[in-house]
């Protein structure tokens, strides 16, 4: 089976740089997925990690181990804007093409 | 010039009833998904379509009925709805020669009374 592990909710300051965290447990591993989701409106995407390491744009950094099962996702400069839910997803090898399996999701709301 | 896109952006309807909820994409991807997203923000996928080939189905109960006129559009037909139906379904779409991001339509909002 698989099994996707993230925070349910963090608060940060304006300003500050938050990380938040991602363990999963799957076969046929495929990659990672970060998206960010605003109340009422569709996820999108924001970055994507296949191999082990740091992928960075702009002010969002993701981490990949995959010998750990183990993601972040990195805000720095974080701005009011930056609050909503953030997406960790592991795709998955095989006939399913695509095949994105979702982790419920960290709520982060961004304080003054 | 939206991307993917879904309608209606709102459902509310009895329960017993048959519905349908459109999407299209414009992104010239291959392959098209549905998935539901319950009261506690759970994204689950429901099915996927590759060139017009159903190739996921998560258990979804068979009242659930994708429907894929050709590889731009993937419609969902839902009959007999019931309580539980009620959440927001998202459609999305990705190119799968690449390992390329989805991207997601606005959600149909479907209350089910």
């Known amino acids: 089976g698989q099994n996707i592990d993230q925070p349910t909710e963090m608060t940060a300051t304006e300003g500050a740089i938050v990380q938040i965290n991602c363990t999963y447990q799957?076969?046929?591993?495929?990659?990672l997925f970060w998206y960010q989701q605003h109340a009422g409106e569709a996820p999108t995407f924001l970055s994507y990690?296949?191999?082990?390491g740091l992928e960075e744009k702009g002010r969002f950094s993701s981490f990949l181990s995959r010998s750990k099962g183990y993601s972040y996702l990195l805000l720095k400069e974080l701005q009011m804007k930056d609050s909503a839910s953030y997406l960790c997803?592991?795709?998955?090898?095989?006939?399913?093409?695509?095949?994105?399996?979702f982790g419920k999701g960290t709520k982060l709301s961004v304080k003054p | 010039d939206t991307a993917v896109s879904q309608t209606p952006k709102y459902l509310v309807t009895q329960m017993g009833n048959d519905k349908s909820i459109k999407c299209e994409q414009n992104?010239?991807?291959?392959?098209m998904y549905w998935y539901k997203q319950d009261s506690k923000k759970f994204l689950k996928i429901m099915f996927s379509?590759?060139?017009?080939?159903?190739?996921i189905n998560e258990t979804v109960p068979n009242r659930f009925s994708p429907k894929s006129p050709d590889k731009a559009h993937l419609n969902l037909h839902i009959n007999s709805l019931e309580l539980g139906d009620s959440a927001v379904y998202f459609c999305?779409?990705?190119?799968?020669?690449?390992?390329?991001?989805?991207?997601f339509g606005p959600g149909t909002r479907l209350t089910v009374l």
């Open positions: 990690n296949v191999l082990d």
């Open positions: 999305a779409s990705s190119q799968s020669s690449t390992p390329s991001a989805q991207y």
């Open positions: 992104l010239g991807h291959d392959t």
């Open positions: 379509y590759n060139n017009k080939e159903l190739i």
């Open positions: 997803a592991v795709r998955r090898h095989g006939g399913s093409q695509g095949n994105l399996i």
């Open positions: 799957t076969s046929g591993f495929n990659g």
